[in-house]
């Protein structure tokens, strides 16, 4: 079940919805758009490998004042949005695209659009341009929407509580994967 915009503005004036800053025209039928901060990260073109396991080592951007990012076909970069989102217990969210802007080829999110009770932070987007042209990215912008769902039942340990491994709690801007650590893989068993 996700909340209506009228449930979306209670639960913001209520403070079970943190959204900073705020901006009412924002609030959709059934969620509230997302903007896209200046500062990106960038993979940089040495032909390395990604390794899950390993630190990822990004490169910063940041894209002037009335200045545009082209995003490449192909090309993935991360971002964050403007707003700082913070989630009481009883809420989780989705993170999801704007249609205008899938039409276009541009993904907001590859899959990790959920966001846990408790999350504090800025949202960090993985933008992908699926177009055979690029994409110009602006500050500003509406760039993904966020939906929330109240929670059935009471959660036992909500994001960034101790033991969570909770590893993007008070995000600042876009922020690289965090996979690497507490890295472990389990036994898939030699023959089935």
Request: proline share 8%; net charge neutral; glycine share 10%.
């Amino acid at each position: 079940m996700l909340l209506s915009d009228r449930d979306l503005r209670h639960a913001i004036h209520s403070g079970r919805l943190g959204i900073d800053p705020y901006e009412p025209e924002l609030v959709q039928p059934s969620s509230i758009d997302l903007r896209l901060d200046r500062h990106l990260l960038l993979w940089p073109l040495d032909g390395h490998a990604i390794d899950p396991a390993q630190e990822p080592h990004m490169r910063r951007f940041e894209i002037a004042d009335g200045d545009t990012f082209a995003l490449s076909p192909g090309g993935m970069a991360l971002a964050s949005t403007v707003e700082w989102v913070r989630l009481a217990v009883d809420l989780a969210c989705r993170v999801e695209g704007k249609s205008s802007l899938a039409r276009l080829g541009l993904a907001a999110h590859i899959t990790a659009g959920f966001i846990d009770p408790g999350f504090a932070g800025h949202i960090t987007l993985e933008l992908v341009n699926h177009a055979p042209r690029p994409i110009l990215l602006r500050p500003g912008m509406r760039i993904a929407q966020l939906c929330a769902m109240p929670m059935l039942g009471k959660v036992e340990r909500v994001y960034g509580a101790s033991g969570a491994g909770s590893h993007y709690q008070n995000q600042r801007g876009p922020t690289p994967s965090r996979a690497h650590i507490g890295w472990h893989t389990w036994p898939t068993g030699a023959s089935r």
